[in-house]
Every structure is written in structure tokens, then in C-alpha cells.
T-cell receptor
């Protein structure tokens, strides 16, 4: 069985602060990894994804994530957050055809 | 083009009643997923359809839950004899095929069982 753990449930930052959201997963085989974001009042949408190749992947709006296989981690980062990054962030792992999502991290950025 | 749509956007029902939730996927997407999101929880997988293959129902929490997909397009999730613990947001997503492809989510149906 696969599982996903997001360590930070609520994060509050000021604009221009750096962001790192943790995501750890457990699965015995090859996985595909995703970060989805849900802005207030909007649908869930893809932020970035990793399938293979360069473990550092870049997504929309300046976000990036690094896949560290030895640590079973796929942490999301952004060097300088903006007020518009206020949203709910979900990490997801797909080992087979069924994705498993983490509980989500609520990020609030103060202007 | 049009995204994934779901209806109704909100549904209030009484305990014991049946409800039907509808999902219209993106045209051409062969894969369709249903999820449930309870307050403060992540997305819980319920069921997925891939083309004309038999659906994977492994996430359905009880036999009160069922889903069908007609003509490889529109899907309906039915909850029979609703219980208060069924209150949640039900999300639908579609993708080109199952697996690696990006999933495109609908706005969800917020279900409240009184």
C-alpha cells in the first residue's frame, strides 16, 4: 500500500519569505509524484509533477520540488512567496493507477 | 476548452435519502476518477473508470456507494440511504488516460446530510 505524509498542516508566512513544504511517501516500487494547489474558490490544479529524469522539477509560479529517492521525499519549495500563493497544497503519489493524496497544507501569506 | 463540470454544486439531503452526483469530464479524456474530501482531510479515492474497462471500485467505502459511466463520458455517483458521515465534498477528475497523466479536477459537489 502507498501512503503520503505532509508534515505541515498550517503554515503562515510573510511575503518574500522562503517556503518549503514537506512530503514523504511510502511505496515499494516506482512512483509518480505530484503537487496540486487549490486557491481560494478555485478548482484543484496541478502545480508540478515528477515521473523520471532530473529529480529537481520546476512548476508554475516559481515553485519547484526535489525528489530524493533515498529519503522517499518530494518537498515543495519557493524562494520568495507572494500573497497570491495563499492556498491549500496537496502532495500526491501514484504507484499504480490509484493516487494517494496527503492531508494538505494550508498556506497563508501575509502582505 | 471546457473543463470538468459537476452538478449540483451543493446538495442538502435528509438522512436515509438517496443522492446522485454528476460529473462531465473533459471531452476526449478516457479516465475519470471520483474522490471524497472530508473536512480537514486529504482526498480519498473512491473509484476510477478507464475507457470501456471495468471500473476499479476498490475505494468505495460501502455498498451504499455506486457509480456508473455512460458512453465513456458522463459519470454519476450514487449514494443510497445517506448517513451523516457521508457529508463531504465529492470531487471528480478526468485525464487522458489513467496513470501518469495530469488530472483535471471539477469544482466539486458539497453534500450535507442532515
Amino acid at each position: 500500500a502507498q501512503s503520503v505524509s505532509q508534515h505541515n498542516h498550517h503554515v503562515i508566512l510573510s511575503e518574500a519569505a522562503s517556503l518549503e513544504l514537506g512530503c514523504n511517501y511510502s511505496y515499494g516500487g516506482t512512483v509518480n509524484l505530484f503537487w496540486y494547489v487549490q486557491y481560494p474558490g478555485q478548482h484543484l490544479q496541478l502545480l508540478l509533477k515528477y515521473f523520471s529524469g532530473d529529480p529537481l522539477v520546476k512548476g508554475i509560479k516559481g515553485f519547484e520540488a526535489e525528489f530524493i529517492k533515498s529519503k522517499f521525499s518530494f518537498n515543495l519549495r519557493k524562494p520568495s512567496v507572494q500573497w497570491s500563493d495563499t492556498a491549500e497544497y496537496f502532495c500526491a503519489v501514484m504507484g499504480s493507477y490509484i493516487p494517494t493524496f496527503g492531508r494538505g497544507t494550508s498556506l497563508i501569506v501575509h502582505p | 476548452g471546457a473543463g470538468v463540470s459537476q452538478s449540483p454544486s451543493n446538495k442538502v439531503t435528509e438522512k436515509g435519502k438517496d443522492v446522485e452526483l454528476r460529473c462531465d469530464p473533459i471531452s476526449g479524456h478516457t479516465a475519470l476518477y471520483w474522490y471524497r474530501q472530508s473536512l480537514g482531510q486529504g482526498l480519498e479515492f473512491l473509484i476510477y473508470f478507464q475507457g470501456n474497462s471495468a471500473p476499479d471500485k476498490s475505494g468505495l467505502p460501502s455498498d451504499r456507494f455506486s457509480a456508473e459511466r455512460t458512453g465513456g463520458s458522463v459519470s454519476t455517483l450514487t449514494i443510497q440511504r445517506t448517513q451523516q458521515e457521508d457529508s463531504a465534498v465529492y470531487l471528480c477528475a478526468s485525464s487522458l488516460v489513467v496513470g501518469k497523466e495530469t488530472q483535471y479536477f471539477g469544482p466539486g459537489t458539497r453534500l450535507l446530510v442532515l
